[in-house]
């Protein structure tokens, strides 16, 4: 053991299942005192084999063989393995296989009682394969059997628990240890480990080597009360050599405290090459250190652990179980975890301490606090039985008020505003909304609470301006179609037209669009409804249009009725010839009373000089003029086969086509000439005859 004996707590055990006599041996505290046999200078490191640990399938090896060890606390003389295996670096032919859930390649003692921490100095036992180290008991039941299967170089040593007790009668363990000739694999499987409630009922699952320098628990199952229901399996596989940390010795001092209000002191042997020591306390206690040696003030039971620190890395935690009066069991509650600044909350302590001291110096149970930034309040709460005392923190955060601004602005009558607020996450608005549409210049009030909940410390005010539009207007109005109406707004300074223009033609009646823009950029417009009105439905016709200058009256007939006659020679609705030849045009007009529209319509009438054109100095015999009236064209029929001349004359007595023919029969064409009365002189040997055609 390195030149020391160490000081070991061998077994306190408290079980209503056990005989009296049993309580009674294994209540004793059993303390070996330690002589110092050398002042050997430790290694801060030591080169042991390393192994890594991986989860595997668990399966069963059915258990051959009688039972190689039974009884309670028991161990057995040395069982052949049946092939050389090395652990640890080191090589073995033989195990002793404990009754407490391990076997060891070490002569141990019993291994009572409990699982300690792995690895661990000076610990019960080393040089141990722990597949449940903890206190079990065949004489409640169960056995333990021992085989080697296989051959050479493939064999396997298998120890087996099969429903073994727990000392206390609750539960029992199922699970094997398998060792593998030539590759040293090793193999814990569980089949199941339940057990019920017992005092020091700590259980270890793991290996470690004959000096206690190096060990590999099994996660969540290092000296610790755990179960397995459902079967699982580990496998620890030999992966070399390594430096590892030496583990601090035995932790010397009380296991039991008297009173909490006592400072202790606990060390462990001094490492020469150790650059610190590292110690963990249970829950309340007070005291710290850097050395191999620290006063504590225990409250309550717990383990306190130690770590030595060297060049090589931290060695494993060495730990000592400490039993002290329990301190009164303290608690702060606050009524709010956080506030917003200017608020207050209430923390209350509570417990079965006798008296409470604030870090804001109340002595009360409760205290109201208004912090300004987040604090920390610490109480600590002393039962005067015992003095023992307990101190617990509460936290409570403080969020700041968030400062509120928004946007303000201007805008045209008629149209909307949006405030755009900031600096929190929702805000309340007086209006509402964001979306105003003022109809005056008006003010609105923004209030914001940030993401903790906390009300702005300001109001924030958005102005609006309220510019009015131009006070637009415009003229509407009616015309006849085909006329033009001109629009005259007034309230502007300059206009825009939708018509592109003030003065518009409309085929049909329309809304036109007049708009005007202040110097602010305010738009008013007015709405100009024109109305077009149909023209009425006029038309003139005479009697007759043709005429002599010696005819008489010729009637006109104007519709609608009621309109005016107008031209020359035109009177009382009637054309009365004059002594000039010529065209003359009539007019008539018609105004619709309702909608004060007119139109004229026209009619003409040709007037010819007449006089002595029907009279000739002969009649010639057989002569026809047809078709009469005609489209302009005509025959001129005269059966004699003599020579004849045909002259067309217009009403004004002008030759406007000559022709002359021997035929029978002569087609005349004056297409070209304009609509009218034509006079159509044939002069045949000395005979002259005139006849008027008519061509429409």
């Not at 000076?122 to 085989?147: E, H, K, P, V």
């Not at 109809?439 to 009300?455: D, E, F, H, I, K």
């Not at 702005?456 to 301006?465: F, I, L, R």
């Not at 005819?551 to 004059?578: D, E, K, Q």
């Amino acid at each position: 053991m390195n030149g020391n004996f160490l000081v070991y707590l061998v077994k306190f055990k408290v079980n209503n299942y056990k005989p009296k006599q049993k309580n009674m041996k294994k209540s004793l505290l059993l303390l070996f005192a330690g002589l110092t046999l050398a002042t050997t200078m430790r290694s801060q490191c030591v080169t042991n084999c390393s192994y890594s640990l991986s989860s595997i399938t668990p399966s069963v090896t059915p258990a051959a063989g009688p039972a190689v060890i039974s009884g309670d606390d028991a161990i057995s003389g040395a069982l052949p393995i049946g092939f050389t295996f090395t652990f640890m670096c080191n090589t073995y032919t033989s195990a002793y296989v404990s009754t407490n859930g391990f076997l060891s390649f070490s002569a141990v003692g019993s291994g009572c009682c409990s699982g300690v921490q792995c690895p661990s100095l000076g610990g019960a036992i080393n040089n141990y394969i722990a597949a449940s180290w903890m206190d079990l008991n065949t004489s409640n039941g169960g056995t333990i059997t021992a085989q080697t299967i296989g051959t050479t170089p493939n064999q396997v040593y298998i120890v087996t628990y099969s429903n073994v007790a727990y000392y206390s009668g609750l539960g029992v363990y199922n699970g094997q240890i398998k060792i593998y000739e030539t590759t040293n694999v090793i193999e814990i499987h569980t089949f199941n480990s339940n057990r019920g409630t017992n005092l020091f009922t700590t259980c270890t699952q793991g290996i470690q080597d004959v000096a206690g320098n190096v060990g590999y628990p099994t996660p969540g199952r290092n000296s610790t009360i755990w179960t397995a229901s459902v079967a699982d399996a580990y496998r620890f596989t030999p992966t070399g050599t390594s430096p590892v940390p030496t583990q601090p010795s035995v932790i010397s001092g009380p296991a039991s405290v008297a009173s909490c209000s006592t400072a202790t002191i606990y060390s462990v042997t001094a490492i020469p090459t150790a650059t610190a020591y590292t110690w963990t306390l249970p829950s309340g206690w007070v005291g710290t250190s850097t050395t191999n040696t620290i006063s504590v003030i225990a409250t309550g039971t717990g383990i306190m652990g130690v770590t030595a620190s060297y060049s090589c890395g931290t060695s494993a935690q060495k730990n000592l179980y400490v039993t002290a009066p329990a301190g009164p069991t303290v608690t702060a509650v606050s009524s709010a975890s956080a506030l917003c600044a200017g608020q207050s909350a209430t923390i209350t302590a509570s417990g079965t301490a006798n008296t409470y001291s604030w870090s804001t110096s109340a002595t009360t149970a409760s205290i109201s606090v208004s912090p300004t930034v987040t604090t920390i309040y610490s109480v600590v709460g002393t039962n005067t039985t015992n003095s023992c005392s307990q101190t617990v923190t509460t936290s409570i955060a403080v969020n700041a008020l968030p400062t509120v601004s928004v946007t303000s602005g201007a805008i045209c009558a008629g149209n909307s505003f949006t405030m755009v607020p900031s600096g929190a996450s929702t805000y309340t608005f007086s209006s509402g909304s964001a979306v105003v549409t003022p109809t005056a210049t008006a003010n609105y009030n923004v209030t914001g609470t940030s993401a903790a909940g906390c009300v702005s410390s300001n109001t924030a005010v958005s102005s609006v301006t309220v510019n009015a539009a131009p006070s637009v207007s415009v003229n509407s109005g009616a015309v006849c179609a085909g006329n033009s109406f001109t629009m005259v707004p007034s309230g502007g300074a300059t206009y825009t037209f939708s018509s592109g223009s003030a003065v518009v033609t409309p085929t049909a009646t329309a809304a036109y669009t007049v708009s005007s823009t202040s110097t602010v950029g305010c738009v008013g417009s007015a709405v100009s409804n024109v109305t077009v009105n149909a023209l009425p439905s006029v038309s003139l016709s005479a009697a007759q249009n043709t005429a002599c200058t010696n005819s008489s009256t010729i009637a006109l007939t104007g519709s609608p009725s009621g309109g005016v006659y107008t031209g020359s020679n035109v009177a009382s609705g009637a054309f009365t010839p004059g002594a000039a030849a010529g065209t003359f045009v009539q007019s008539y007009a018609y105004t619709n009373t309702l909608t004060g529209c007119s139109k004229t319509a026209t009619s003409s009438i040709v007037v010819s000089v007449c006089l002595g054109l029907n009279t000739t100095s002969a009649k010639i015999n057989g002569l026809s003029v047809y078709p009469n009236p005609s489209n302009g064209e005509f025959t001129v029929e005269l059966n004699n086969g003599i020579n004849k001349t045909i002259e067309v004359t217009d009403v004004a007595g002008r030759v406007v086509l000559t022709t002359t023919s021997l035929n029978d029969k002569v087609n005349v064409n004056i297409n070209s000439l304009t609509n009218g009365i034509y006079f159509v002189k044939i002069v045949s040997n000395t005979i002259t005859n005139v006849i008027k055609v008519v061509k429409q």
